[in-house]
């Protein structure tokens, strides 16, 4: 029987990478998993992959910046497995377009906000009451290396990230009478295929950026794993954490 027998779980972002990756791991551990994505493609094969591991996971659209749709897809949810237990804010990511305050495009800050920040917000706010009348369970919010160490050239994402794991603090004081435990982790570089498309297959940039990480830089699985710690009563008295998963990036 694996850590999460019984639990049902709602990640967005779940098409691809880390979603993707946490997914399939939840479903090993005996979740069963709403895939919330808003590109239907990638959503539905993150299911049959975790219905190839033998898993119970279902698409579900999920735009993680819009409350209709937020509301819609938790609905799903507990209609088709009759509750909530885990919430994976996992939505979100850098673009090119992020800079220096002084050089960054206004658009960017507000995308980075909107989809980083308010998604998270959002997703929390409405899925909480679910989480509530299952008799608790976990959030885990997704922050960054950037929101714990001073990085140059990032301060949309910076942003964005550092209010996350600000209001992760905040949420988990908030719930915890409610048995709701509330964490977020801070990956640094991960190789998942969005990363790998944006160092555009320079394997110098890759090799630069390995050497900055004391272990090698990171694959999406690395962060599943830290997911199931928190998702599952294995982390039953952990809350308010931010957990770097970072190849030690944040020691150097």
Known sequence: MGCMEGKVAFITGGGGGIGRATTERFVQEGARVAVAEINAGLGEETVAAAREKGGDAFFVHCDVTDRASVERALAETVARYGKLDVLHNNAGGATPNDGPVTEAPEEEFWRAIKLDLFGTFLCSKLAIPHIIKAGGGSIINMSSVVALMGMPGRDC????????????????????????????????????DRVKKMLDGSSKATEELAASHLLGLGLPIHIANMAVYLASDQSAITTGQIFPVDSGVTIR
């Open 157 to 192: 994402y910076t942003a964005s990230k550092g209010g996350v794991s600000a209001l992760t603090r905040s949420m988990a004081v908030e719930y915890a009478p409610a048995r709701i435990r509330v964490n977020a982790i801070a990956p640094s570089v991960t190789l998942s």
